[in-house]
């Protein structure tokens, strides 16, 4: 059976700092993997997106990135955080075409101080 | 492009009352559907989908759901709230050939003793 991982669950790092999320897959092949934010009361934003190895779609421009150096790995990073990076961070991922929907991991609670 | 509307942000119904959480999307051409919930701090778990077929969807956790092609709605029900079902819940929608799911706002569910 498929399986996603994402961690750390929850991370505290101060503004400046450097950020590195990752996200795996097992079970599967290929997968679609997505990157979401969950902000207080701003419902789910799609940050980052990809279909393939080293294939990103960024949905917004903002102070993060994404890399996909393995087929079932997906990382989110930024250089410098800032304190409106603060959110739940969610990683999923999604069988091409979408049909049975997203998997979603357990997420990560970033806090900027 | 395609959008969801969620009807209430919040919603309050008395345990063992009917639960409706209203779901309006916009799409093109023939949707897929999805009702996903989320409990505190933890990621979001697909309650139940319609890709085709029969319009009247059946999920976990005594969820159900109609699509109604004729209103553009995809409401999501249960005869008999119990307080285990106070969460989060998101209705969302994607198109056939599409590589990424478009999520409504969310309805919290409060569920009174």
């Known amino acids: 059976s498929q399986t996603i991982h994402q961690w750390p669950a929850t991370l505290v790092q101060p503004v400046g700092s450097p950020l590195s999320l990752e996200c795996t897959v097992e079970g599967t092949s290929n997968p679609n993997l997505y990157w979401y934010r969950q902000a207080a009361g701003r419902g789910l934003q799609l940050l980052f997106y990809?279909?393939?190895?080293?294939?990103i779609s960024s949905e917004v421009p903002q102070n993060l990135s994404a890399s996909r150096p393995q087929d079932r790995q997906f990382i989110l990073s930024s250089k410098k955080l800032l304190l409106s990076d603060s959110g739940f961070y969610l990683c999923?991922?999604?069988?091409?075409?979408?049909?049975?929907?997203?998997?979603f991991g357990s997420g990560t609670r970033l806090t900027v101080v | 492009a395609q959008s969801v509307t969620q009807l209430g942000s919040h919603v309050s119904v008395s345990e063992g009352a009917l639960v409706l959480l209203r779901c309006n999307y916009s799409s093109s051409v023939p949707p897929y559907l999805f009702w996903y919930v989320q409990y505190p701090n933890q990621g979001l778990q697909l309650l139940l989908k319609?890709?085709?077929?029969?319009?009247l969807v059946k999920g976990i956790n005594g969820f159900e759901a109609e699509f109604k092609k004729s209103e553009t709605s995809f409401h999501l029900t249960k005869p008999s709230a119990h307080m285990s079902d106070a969460a989060e819940y998101f209705c969302?929608?994607?198109?056939?050939?599409?590589?990424?799911?478009?999520f409504g706002k969310g309805t919290r569910l409060h569920i009174l003793p």
């Open positions: 999923a991922w999604a069988t091409a075409g979408l049909l049975s929907g997203y998997t």
């Open positions: 319609y890709t085709t077929g029969a319009t």
């Open positions: 969302a929608v994607s198109e056939i050939g599409d590589d990424k799911i478009i």
């Open positions: 990809s279909v393939g190895i080293g294939q």
